[in-house]
């Protein structure tokens, strides 16, 4: 057996890959699997062929916690442009209205409108998009020339801020930071800003500079990834499994009783330091900070395993 690839087989973390345009999610992880010779690679949050951006990688048994790294906020930089709008909300689609009249907003109108979308708001997610509406792809549909009633959800937007106002032509670019929560589209949240300021509009660019609380300057391009396992220093790059999921809190297992949490035993709380307060996940660590898995409590108030990483 080639030597490399047996130690490619033992990778284990968090790959933080910048996605370049023209490539999807399930093309990223192809290429991964191809420059690391491993197959058991996930991705944490699709992004669209032309959105590029932080594409945090699973690597191995990492990819446990992809569930639990996509509840964390995602932060884009995308611009926005009034006057224009398409079937699929960004330039990639058909023309379907334009403004008969040149846009006429000010900086402080269009400043003044994003901040009414901070919050907790609804949107109707839009056909061209991956959501399954019985059992088929929205994004099917639509190319079928097919539309069906979407029902809107609520999504959270915790910061919007404009970083940059245009006149194009006749048409106004607004460009915006955005910190949301998972589910958010944001070409759908340009056409509502767009409404809201009484032209149709479109999404023009989008990147993704955060997810998972990985930023872009801490993601490697496929020609870095092909570096490093070239010289071998692919290892120092990758986040550990348990730091990808921070978020959550820390606790520490007696030693007498690791052995029995690794072997999925029920534990008494007191047990565990500091005390669980409530019965949210929790990562768990022996006394010399080895990582063990998530754990939780139960309904009996008994510490139980929810994942088990650390093999006996």
């Not at 290429?31 to 669209?48: F, Q, V």
Request: proline share 5%; glycine share 8%.
């Amino acid at each position: 057996m080639n030597p490399m690839k047996k130690e490619q087989a033992s990778w284990e973390g968090i790959l933080p890959v910048f996605k370049p345009a023209g490539f999807t999610s399930h093309d990223v992880v192809a290429k991964a699997r191809r420059l690391l010779g491993m197959k058991r690679i996930g991705h944490t949050g699709t992004l669209d062929p032309q959105v590029t951006g932080v594409l945090p990688l699973c690597l191995g048994r990492a990819t446990r916690v992809v569930e639990y790294m996509q509840e964390r906020p995602k932060e884009y930089r995308a611009t926005l442009r009034l006057g224009i709008a398409t079937d699929t909300e960004d330039l990639t689609g058909t023309v379907i209205e334009e403004s008969q009249r040149p846009v006429e907003v000010t900086e402080l109108e269009a400043k003044a409108t994003l901040e009414r979308f901070v919050g907790t708001i609804s949107q109707v997610p839009p056909m061209y998009s991956a959501l399954k509406v019985n059992g088929k792809r929205l994004y099917e549909l639509a190319r079928e020339g097919k539309t069906v009633e979407r029902k809107s959800r609520e999504v959270d937007i915790y910061e919007l801020e404009m970083t940059g106002f245009a006149q194009t032509g006749s048409y106004v670019d607004i460009s915006f930071r955005a910190l949301c929560s998972k589910g958010t589209y944001i070409r759908t949240l340009c056409v509502d800003i767009g409404r809201a300021l009484g032209y149709p509009s479109t999404m023009v660019k989008l990147e993704r500079t955060m997810s998972a609380g990985i930023s872009a300057e801490h993601c490697l391009t496929f020609e870095e990834i092909e570096r490093c396992v070239a010289d071998g220093s692919l290892d120092e790059r990758l986040i550990a499994t348990d730091q990808a999921i921070d978020y959550m809190p820390e606790h520490t297992v007696v030693e007498a009783k690791a052995a029995a949490a690794l072997q999925g035993q029920r534990l008494s709380p007191s047990m565990i330091s500091p005390p669980v307060v409530d019965s949210q996940p929790f990562r768990l660590y022996k006394e010399d900070k080895t990582f063990l898995g998530i754990y939780g409590r139960d309904e009996s108030g008994a510490i139980a395993p929810i994942k088990v990483f650390l093999r006996l």
